[in-house]
Structure formats: C-alpha cells, structure tokens
Nanobody, 124 residues
Framework: QVQLVESGGGLVQAGGSLRLSCAAS????????TGWFRQAPGKGREFVST????????YYADSVQGRFTISRDNAKNTVYLQMNSLKPEDTAVYYC?????????????????WGQGTQVTVSS
C-alpha cells in the first residue's frame, strides 16, 4: 500500500514558478515510476511527466517540455515537479501517481496509486 500526499500548489502570475512535491509512504517507492497528471475544469485528466524509480529516465508532455522538470529523492520518498514559465493554461488540479513503469504511466495503462491533488492557478 502506498499513500501519496501532494503539496506546493497555489496561485501564481503568468511567467512565475511553483514547485510541487509528492511525499509517498511505502517501502517500494523507489521500485516504481512516479508521475504527475493534471485536470483542468471541464477537461479530462492529462499526462504531464513521469520519472523512473531510479530517476534515470524522464518523460514530459509536449505542452510542458522545457518548462517543467521532474526529479525524485528516494531517500526522502519524494518526487518533485519544478514548474517554470507558467501559463494560464497550466491551471489545473495536479495529481501525483505511481505506476510499475514509465511506459505504463505515460499510456495510463496501469496506475496503482493516486494522490488527492493540489490546485495550481496561473493568473494572466
């Protein structure tokens, strides 16, 4: 069983930055891929980024490539999402997730655990 708790969301002006954190419980955290999804009002859940258990492999959605950076600290059981150059269209609830692999995460084929979400609002 893994529990995920996101933090770091908030209100920021366009062009600003935020860093989201996802703190996980559970002994197998470093064995699994962790990722971020987001859901804007009236839209479906969208893949944002994922990182392998070792941290050596990362993937990003085209919409955030070059602006967001995912990282993890397995000693702290925490994954981070550094978001720079934020745009109003980045406004959404951001969810942390755990999956057996980055491939399964990207395709949403198998997501084993979800966090409760944290709100990010970017004003223009």
């Amino acid at each position: 069983q893994v529990q995920l708790v996101e933090s770091g969301g908030g209100l920021v002006q366009a062009g600003g930055s935020l860093r989201l954190s996802c703190a996980a419980s559970g002994r197998r955290f470093s064995s699994n891929a962790t990722g971020w999804f987001r859901q804007a009002p009236g839209k479906g859940r969208e893949f944002v980024s994922t990182i392998s258990g070792s941290g050596s492999v990362t993937y990003y959605a085209d919409s955030v490539q070059g602006r967001f950076t995912i990282s993890r600290d397995n000693a702290k059981n925490t994954v981070y999402l550094q978001m720079n150059s934020l745009k109003p269209e980045d406004t959404a609830v951001y969810y942390c997730a755990v999956s057996p692999s980055v491939a399964a995460m990207r395709s949403q084929r198998e997501i084993n655990y979800w966090g409760q979400g944290t709100q990010v609002t970017v004003s223009s």
